[in-house]
């Protein structure tokens, strides 16, 4: 999620919170839940309108998606079941994030934001869906823009900024973009294989 001029600042503040938390025994699964309790408590506060304090928070959270991956790495906890559970406790924190802020436009009556968030919702589960599927049948599928640390780049801002209307807005048309640029990348592969593997005509 950060630029390539201060990734290296970032990694290494992240690696020493990781190798804080190995210390106390904390393993990466343990991480990967704790992230979706604490979206909840990001959810609680878009659910109240407070914006501001939920964007830095939220940001504040998601770090947990990163030092998940660094503590697996740097002290040898990897593994498939890891990458499971991670890949399904985002879905469930974007979720609950969209949630809470479906529940506060519900609250104050706001029908066309809660539409845009909808569909920002079904966006961002779609755009993970579309890869995980698609690498079951093709070896990769990474491309297009608006994945998770995207989003919750996005989302952050709209929320520190009170604009969050315009950012779910870009949030949605940029997953559908990516929908579809996966779809059309998954078939060219496809294709591609099928040429590769079709008998030769014996000339």
């Not at 992230?35 to 659910?47: E, P």
């Amino acid at each position: 999620m950060a630029s390539g001029a201060i990734k290296p600042a970032t990694d290494w503040i992240l690696t020493k919170i990781a190798d804080f938390l190995a210390f106390f025994r904390l393993t990466p699964n343990i991480l990967t839940v704790t992230g979706v309790f604490l979206n909840a408590g990001v959810a609680y506060l878009l659910v109240e309108g407070r914006f501001f304090l939920g964007g830095w928070v939220y940001l504040a959270v998601s770090l947990t998606d990163m030092l998940d991956g660094i503590l697996a790495r740097k002290h040898n906890l990897a593994s498939t079941f890891g990458a499971f559970l991670d890949s399904v406790m985002d879905r469930f924190g974007d979720s609950v994030i969209f949630l809470g802020l479906l529940l506060h436009y519900g609250i104050v009556r706001n029908v066309p934001c809660m539409m845009i968030t909808a569909i920002a919702l079904a966006g961002a589960l779609i755009t993970s869906y579309t890869r995980a599927r698609a690498e079951c049948i093709i070896p990769k599928c990474k491309v297009g823009f608006m994945e998770r640390p995207e989003r919750v780049i996005l989302l952050a801002i709209g929320l520190v900024f009170n604009r969050v209307p315009i950012c779910l807005l870009l949030m949605a048309v940029s997953s559908l973009i990516t929908i579809v640029d996966r779809f059309v990348y998954t078939h060219r592969q496809l294709a591609e294989g099928a040429r590769k593997t079709a008998p030769g005509d014996g000339h």
